[in-house]
């Protein structure tokens, strides 16, 4: 077979190794994609990729792409492909279909669509077809769906390529096989190893990190122990070939074992564990070379003829369970404690998904990867071992940051266990809802006074501001269990994740920065694009408690005169633009929220001469005598509760003076117009003059959401019109 195409695939963030270990291999790389690269070589080097690649998931023989912007299209483009080349009528397949588009949007329906063309293909004219087989087919077919097109191939691995055959058993948190090989090219094994240096981890588990070094360092191929690959019954295989590359793994792991002064061990403090890993070094066919013992990190150190040179690798625990983690931070001492006592002059290299307790070490880290484990966000922190990286761990409380840790692991399960049922009742109904941005948790425990809202995949956590009478260090314990909790039971990045702390606001607080970054986050609501900034203002530019009623203005704007007063942001106004108001004018007195509404509307496609955005002191536009022309049919007014801004004409209390905004809004109403006033006073009532004056019915409870509704007081709304 001629020069092929095909798409290898591999743990996130392991790309660029895996390019140039196909490179090493034979390969041509093409491009990198996320979890994967394109390559073109022979035969021959997919095959040699299947034995002896250490990174790779799949090795996939691509066929075609077709076109999926229709199921019909993509029926048609999987029954074009001369399927007798790769698969025998009495044959089985099994269809592994990933991804989903517009037209399909379930992964078994696209398979069964493949399944079907397939038959189509080869079934003859005595009906004979090819069987379906769940489990150990003759041929996998690889139907990758992204937007309109779906890759087809054959998968020549079987199994996932990760599995090694020696580990049958599992330690308490394995690493898959090929994420530990990449580990250990990140940390420069291969030249250590070269360079006679020798390799310890003091918290090997089930041995996957000791056993993968040596297979490296002796040149063993990882694929040499699996039973079967995935081309062995295809069509297309060519056995001669295969036997040729069988025969040199086998060569050059005779050689290989000539490497006597390969000094390779193992340690941790689990005695089951290190069971598991002897048993795993005896599949792997590596006793005598790798030596596993039951020691404890804090006691780790070389004893006998180790090298002046070597790695020290490891993977400690990640504090998943939350009485675990309080424990992380002494660990890591011990751990740094170990390898400066024992192993100066050596590297350190560290893979963790709590890269914050790295500092615990007491050396410092001069290069940082960021991978996967699983899904789960992890970074490789490399060391040297010497005094010039020294330096004294400080903790949080020392530097002013707040380290998140477990203090009370009881307390703190309880808040996991209200997140998890949040997670999955407010969740599965913003889900079907098509709802991105949604209020979580709302102080719904006294122990954490937090309102956590979800933002797209980024979370926002505001503390409340702890009463006097809360003991300080106490509120702050609480704070910093709450950040070590929300990312691990939300299963998102601790780097995701945005805390601030909410205070009573008064004069410009709340138009002044938290931070500078700058960075904005685009998001979507019933149609209407809308930007926010989770970092440098204390609200984010969306109050999300308002999304009834920004949809209500929505669905009812259609060629109505639209006023917003008070605007901040403008997203009422982008939904009223959106719902195809014939013209709006937003004002606000904050230049900032002015500049970022029209970025809004803008976003939106609006056009900015029938939808203005003005800066303008409310109350003084307002006193004032309306101008011609300034009608509307549809008013927006939701007024911050006080305001003693140095811009503002005159001070604001949202009790006092609201009756004669209402009335010189009013005042700007059409005949059939309507004015939605909206506070979120908690104390608020109503003059009653207003309900005489005009007419006026509160609507409060349509506009709370369900992420709302344990706290309904979140704000109070009311429909006012002319008598």
Known sequence: MSNQLFFVSCPKGVEYLLADEMASLGMEPVRNTPAGVWVRGELASGYRACLWSRLANRVILHLAEIDADSVDSLYQGVLDVDWSQHLAITGSFK???????????????GAQRVKDAVVDRLRNAAGQRPAVAARDPDVLISARLHRGKLSLGIDLSGESLHKRGYRTEKGAAPLKENLAAALLLRAGWPEIARLGGHFADPMCGSGTLVIEAAMMALDLAPGRQRQRFGFERWLGHQPELWRDLRQEAERRAYEGRSNTALKLAGFDRDKPVIATAWRNIQRAGLEGVVHVECRPVEAFCLDGQWAEKGLVLTNPPYGERLSERRQLPELYRQLGAAVKRGAMGW?????TGAPEYGKYIGLRSYKQYKLYNGKLPAQLLLFNIDEASEMTP?????????IPRIRNPERAAMLANRLKKNLKAIGQWAKKQNIECYRLYDADMPEFALAIDLYDGWVHVQEYQAPKSVDARAARDRLAEALAVIPETLGIDPNRMVCKQRQRQSGTSQYEKQAVTGEFLTVHEHGCQLRVNLKDYLDTGLFLDHRPVRHWIQQHAAGKRFLNLFCYTGAASVHAAVGGASRSLSLDMSNTYVRWARDNLALNGVDRKAHRVDQA??????AQRPAAGEEFDLIFMDPPTFSNSARMADVLDIQRDHGTLIRQAMARLAENGLLIFSNNFRRFRLDAELEQAFAVKEVSPSTIDRDFQRNPKIH??????HR
């Open 347 to 351: 590297q350190l290299a560290v893979f």
């Open 617 to 622: 002191d409310c109350l003084k536009w307002l």
């Open 394 to 402: 400080r903790e949080g409380a020392e530097s002013g940051e707040l």
């Open 716 to 721: 109070r709304c009311w429909h006012i019109r």
């Open 95 to 109: 269809v592994a279909f990933s991804g989903q588009n517009q037209v399909i949007r379930n992964t078994q329906f």
